[in-house]
């Protein structure tokens, strides 16, 4: 068997056309434009990274996006001000705080002083636990989780009944990606570190979800035949052959678990690009909120 590969750049450009369409739209029918508003805090690289890529990606699709940079010593005090200040700004739709947080931080009360409707992230306290509800549903759902989801659509995969497991206990993916696979009717195994037999549990999945953070950790013999894996790691490793001296790899070793899988995304090229793609739709339905379209 070869895999089916799950074309996240694909999806992501899609989504990135849906939402630049009805962001033009809005702005011929004289509604407002969506805002995004990006709180960083210190210099940590692949953060500054990330909200340089995210603001990049507002522009191409017609958001606004404002940035706000604080020092690395910025005081807890600091950083929520700038929140309410955000909180109260009718031109900011979405507020997205870049995790992690220096440690001197109280990441869960910066969060929680987010406005629940520019909360475009998703992890408001408040949005996690209706995510966790029966019958409750949150304003915004975070965006890699979300995207696992779009990419097992994509995929065709009967979610409803299947074996899911997830391969990490992280509150950005492990965590809610599991919330979201139970509202879906899978039977969901959350397998981390201290789970015991791991390959044999991993094995047991209908769909996989990997979110751990090791490089090509999951190999052939862990994974079902016919099973979809969604990779959701992305890992250096040395490659004195490349340009770069390293090149990326996912949690899971990609060749060989292609030869069983029904289907799996690529890293990079998966989950990666979908990201965004969400954040874009969750700031203009953040936008959609104050300003119906």
């Not at 035949?225 to 052959?241: L, R, S």
Request: hydrophobic share 45%; glycine share 8%.
């Amino acid at each position: 068997m070869t895999a089916k590969i799950i074309d996240g750049k694909a999806t992501a450009e899609r989504i990135r056309a849906q939402v630049k369409e009805a962001v033009d739209k809005r702005k011929e029918e004289g509604k407002s434009i969506p805002g995004l508003a990006t709180v960083l805090v210190g210099e940590n690289p692949a953060s500054k990274v990330y909200v340089r890529n995210k603001q990049k990606a507002c522009a191409e699709v017609g958001i606004q996006s404002f940035g706000f940079n604080l020092p690395g010593d910025a005081s807890q005090e600091e950083v929520e001000a700038l929140v309410r200040k955000l909180n109260a700004d009718p031109a900011v739709n979405g507020i997205l705080v870049q995790l992690p947080l220096p440690q001197h931080l109280d990441e869960e009360k910066v969060l929680v002083s987010i406005d629940l409707t520019k909360d475009v992230d998703g992890f408001h306290p408040v949005n996690i636990g209706r995510l966790a509800q029966k019958g409750r549903e949150p304003v915004f759902v975070p965006c890699t989780p979300a995207g696992c989801m779009v990419l097992l659509e994509e995929a065709g995969v009967q979610i409803a009944g299947a074996n899911a497991v997830v391969l990490g206990r992280s509150n950005i993916v492990g965590m809610p990606v599991a919330l979201l696979l139970v509202k879906a009717n899978a039977t969901v195994t959350i397998v981390h570190s201290r789970t015991k037999n791991l390959p044999e549990v991993v094995r047991e999945a209908d769909i996989l979800i990997s979110a751990i953070g090791q490089p090509e950790f999951v190999k052939k013999e862990w994974v079902k035949p016919g099973a979809y894996v969604i990779d959701v790691g992305i890992n250096q490793v040395e490659d004195a052959t490349a340009k770069r001296g390293y090149r990326l790899v996912g949690d899971v070793a990609f060749d060989e678990v292609s030869e069983v899988a029904a289907a799996i995304t690529p890293v990079p090229g998966g989950v990666g690009p979908m990201t965004i793609a969400m954040l874009l739709k969750n700031t203009l339905h953040a936008a959609e909120l104050t300003d119906p379209a």
